[in-house]
T-cell receptor, first 117, second 113 residues
Framework: GAVVSQHPSRVICKSGTSVKIECRSL??????MFWYRQFPKKSLMLMAT?????????EQGVEKDKFLINHASLTLSTLTVTSAHPEDSSFYIC?????????????FGPGTRLLVL | AQSVTQPDIHITVSEGASLELRCNYS??????LFWYVQSPGQGLQLLLK??????LVQGIKGFEAEFKRSQSSFNLRKPSVHWSDAAEYFC???????????FGGGTRVLVKP
C-alpha cells in the first residue's frame, strides 16, 4: 500500500516551454502532497506543500509563478514548470502524506528527470 | 538551528558485513523519525519509522533502527549487507504532527564484493 506515482519519469523540453508533472497517490487519499527538487549528489530540497482545495505553500526562494502547483483532487497534484530554462533541469520528486494524526508518513514517487535544452 | 545530521557522507562495506548508519537530530522534544533509501535515479523508499513505543524498530529489507533519546540518535543497522543495498540513505524527521519532513544530508553506501 501507500504507492505514489509520477508521470512522466523523464522529459526533455526546449527552453521557454512549459512542462507539467503529475503526482498521484494510487491507493490512498492525500490531502497534503509535497514537491521536492534534488540536485546531483544532494539531499532533497522542499519546494512547496500542496494542499487539496487550497493554494500551495511555497518555501522561501521558490518562485510560485514559475512553479505552478495544483492539487485538484485527493489523489492528484501537478507541478508545472513554466517558461523552463536550462537551470530548471533537475530531478523533481513528489510525496504524499498519509496516516492518522501522530502517525503521518510521507510516501515518495519515483521522480521525474527534467532536462531543458 | 534545528537539524538532522548524518555524519558519514560515504561508507564502503564488504558484502556480508554489518552496516550502521548514523543519524542525529537537534530538536528539543522527540520528533517522528524515518529512514529512507534511494537507488540511483529513483525516488525514496521508506525503510522504517518511529513514532513512539519500542525504541528498536524493524523495517523492510532486513534493516532495523534504534532510537536513543539520551543521544538524540536514530541509527540504522543491517547485520549482513547485500550488494543490492548499495544506495543513498536518508534520515528524516518530523518535529511534530502536521509539520514538514526535514532530511539529513544522506549517506552513500558502497558495497564491495
Amino acid at each position: 500500500g501507500a504507492v505514489v506515482s509520477q508521470h512522466p519519469s523523464r522529459v526533455i523540453c526546449k527552453s521557454g516551454t512549459s512542462v507539467k508533472i503529475e503526482c498521484r497517490s494510487l491507493d490512498f487519499q492525500a490531502t497534503t502532497m509535497f514537491w521536492y527538487r534534488q540536485f546531483p549528489k544532494k539531499s532533497l530540497m522542499l519546494m512547496a506543500t500542496s494542499n487539496e482545495g487550497s493554494k500551495a505553500t511555497y518555501e522561501q526562494g521558490v518562485e510560485k509563478d514559475k512553479f505552478l502547483i495544483n492539487h485538484a483532487s485527493l489523489t492528484l497534484s501537478t507541478l508545472t514548470v513554466t517558461s523552463a530554462h536550462p537551470e530548471d533541469s533537475s530531478f523533481y520528486i513528489c510525496s504524499a502524506r498519509w496516516g492518522l494524526s501522530g502517525q503521518e508518513t510521507q510516501y515518495f514517487g519515483p521522480g521525474t528527470r527534467l532536462l531543458v535544452l | 538551528a534545528q537539524s538532522v545530521t548524518q555524519p558519514d557522507i560515504h561508507i564502503t562495506v564488504s558484502e556480508g558485513a554489518s552496516l550502521e548508519l548514523r543519524c542525529n537530530y537537534s530538536y528539543g522534544a522527540t520528533p517522528y523519525l524515518f529512514w529512507y533509501v534511494q537507488s540511483p535515479g529513483q525516488g525514496l523508499q521508506l525503510l522504517l519509522k518511529y513514532f513512539s513505543g519500542d525504541t528498536l524498530v524493524q523495517g523492510i529489507k532486513g534493516f532495523e533502527a534504534e532510537f536513543k533519546r539520551s543521544q538524540s540518535s536514530f541509527n540504522l543497522r543491517k547485520p549482513s549487507v547485500h550488494w543490492s543495498d548499495a544506495a543513498e540513505y536518508f534520515c528524516a524527521v518530523i518535529k511534530a504532527a502536521g509539520n514538514k519532513l526535514t532530511f539529513g544530508g544522506g549517506t552513500r553506501v558502497l558495497v564491495k564484493p
